[in-house]
């Protein structure tokens, strides 16, 4: 079994900042892609930042320039820290992977999303 926990998740004025982590703990062989999604309310979840177990990463426009996504792989961590909040940047926060798991002594293909986290951006 896999589970992903997130944190760091809270209340901020505009302007402000905040890092979320993203623990990712389980059987696992290996994990390739690691990002973070957000869904506010009535709208659709959608990808915010993305990064790969080389390091490449890509971003949504609406946080080039303010977000930095990274990760440690020896801790199966990824973070977001998310500078210059705006109030449209609140939303719960999902953490995604695409890991390689072991089960039953066979690899398998799985995608784990995590329970997410709420970010509210407001003074």
């Known amino acids: 079994q896999v589970q992903l926990v997130e944190s760091g998740g809270g209340l901020v004025q505009p302007g402000g900042s905040l890092r979320l982590s993203c623990v990712v703990s389980?059987?696992?062989?290996?994990?390739?892609?690691m990002g973070w999604y957000r869904q506010a309310p009535g709208k659709q979840r959608a990808m915010v930042a993305a990064?790969?177990?080389?390091?490449?990463?890509n971003y949504a426009d609406s946080v080039k320039g303010r977000f930095t996504i990274s990760r440690d792989n020896a801790k199966n961590t990824v973070y977001l820290q998310m500078n210059s909040l705006k109030p449209e940047d609140t939303a719960v926060y999902y953490c995604?992977?695409?890991?390689?798991?072991?089960?039953?002594?066979?690899?398998?293909?799985?995608?784990?999303w995590g329970q997410g986290t709420l970010v509210t951006v407001s003074s």
């Open positions: 990064i790969t177990s080389g390091g490449s990463t």
């Open positions: 389980g059987s696992i062989f290996s994990i390739n892609v």
């Open positions: 995604n992977a695409g890991a390689i798991v072991v089960a039953a002594g066979q690899l398998s293909a799985l995608e784990v």
